[in-house]
């Protein structure tokens, strides 16, 4: 899509119908520096300070064809790398468009074709489907205002290695909109084997899980409102990508997240609540309650704070973040 802007070629001449590109750089760069800790009865931590920076392209290559570019840096282990790479390749038939991607991301496999994705703040993301070795694959979709569906063939791992198996990847998401909101109610699900160490193709790993969620976005009146609940289930099993808990139990999470623009435009507090239940290889039932600010210095500036009380008797953490992006 290029919306109302100028684009370099496109017109009738067989020399304008070979690029259709827009007239402008599409390009984002975003900074961010946070402090992190821990607190709690004897197990106050030190504050570590750590910076991000990532640099967004996006856009049209031709007709049918376009492109989104993420290259991140982190100074854990201070280079440059690539984030996410993904090529839609669209065919519109009625009201419906059509979709094939192939991508690479560092993050969760639904990165080629989700609408929804609220990153880590998710229950699916919290079993551990959004695994630290990220996703490459080939992503198959259908979009209309209504409705989205998202069938993908993914592998663990975002680097290349020549012994892979493909597992798969389900998304169903209806969402209507009713009066002034934005809904969207779906489910996620994931099945096959897959390779838990991408350098060597070794050790294949079961991927069963499965996700529902429910967002709503709009107005509170003249506050916006964000809205997001989400339960997911990893089946348990020792050779589970995500569960692997001793107890032989299927780890559970159900998050339930919501933002509110206290000030429009300039102040938004955040209030999540999370319920892990033997996620990855814990035995543990943990709750957590998170509280947050968000303050917007001016549109392309913003500082955050966020306090989490963990139960159990782990720590309690918090961060204090201040983003940057033009």
Request: charged share 20%; hydrophobic share 35%.
């Amino acid at each position: 899509m290029v919306g109302s802007e100028k684009t370099i070629g496109g017109g009738k001449s067989m020399e304008d119908k070979l690029i259709s590109l827009p007239s402008t750089l599409n390009m984002s760069v975003v900074g961010a520096s946070t402090i992190d800790g821990t607190s709690g009865q004897g197990n106050a931590g030190t504050t570590v300070a750590t910076n991000n920076f990532g640099v967004f392209l996006g856009g049209r290559i031709s007709e049918n064809i376009g492109t989104f570019v993420e290259i991140g840096y982190d100074d854990g282990p201070q280079s440059f790398a690539l984030a996410n790479f993904v090529v839609p390749i669209t065919f519109k038939v009625g009201g419906n468009i059509f979709g094939i991607e192939p991508f690479t991301t560092d993050g969760h496999t639904a990165t080629a074709s989700e609408l929804f994705d609220n990153g880590g703040n998710t229950a699916f993301s919290r079993i551990g489907a959004r695994d630290q070795y990220g996703a490459k694959g080939l992503s198959f979709y259908v979009f209309n205002p209504n409705y989205f569906v998202n069938y993908t063939a993914w592998s663990n791992g975002n680097n290349s290695d020549s012994n892979i198996k493909l597992a798969n990847y389900f998304r169903f998401a209806y969402t209507p909109q009713v009066g002034p909101w934005d809904i969207e109610v779906g489910v996620q699900y994931m099945t096959g084997d897959t390779n838990r160490d991408p350098s060597t193709g070794a050790h294949d790993r079961k991927t069963d899980a499965y996700s529902i969620d429910f967002n709503v976005l709009g107005n509170l009146g003249k506050y916006p409102l964000d809205l997001a609940i989400s339960y997911a289930s990893a089946k348990n099993d020792p050779n589970s990508l995500f569960t692997t808990n001793s107890d032989g139990k299927a780890g559970k999470s159900f998050v339930f997240d919501t933002k509110l623009g206290v000030i429009p435009k300039t102040l938004v507090v955040h209030a999540k609540y999370a319920y892990d239940d033997h996620v990855a290889d814990s035995n543990e039932k943990i709750s957590t309650e998170t509280l947050g600010l968000k303050y917007f210095i001016t549109e392309n500036a913003n500082v955050e704070f966020n306090y989490d009380f963990v139960g159990k008797g782990n720590p309690d953490t918090y961060g204090l973040a201040f983003e940057v992006a033009f």
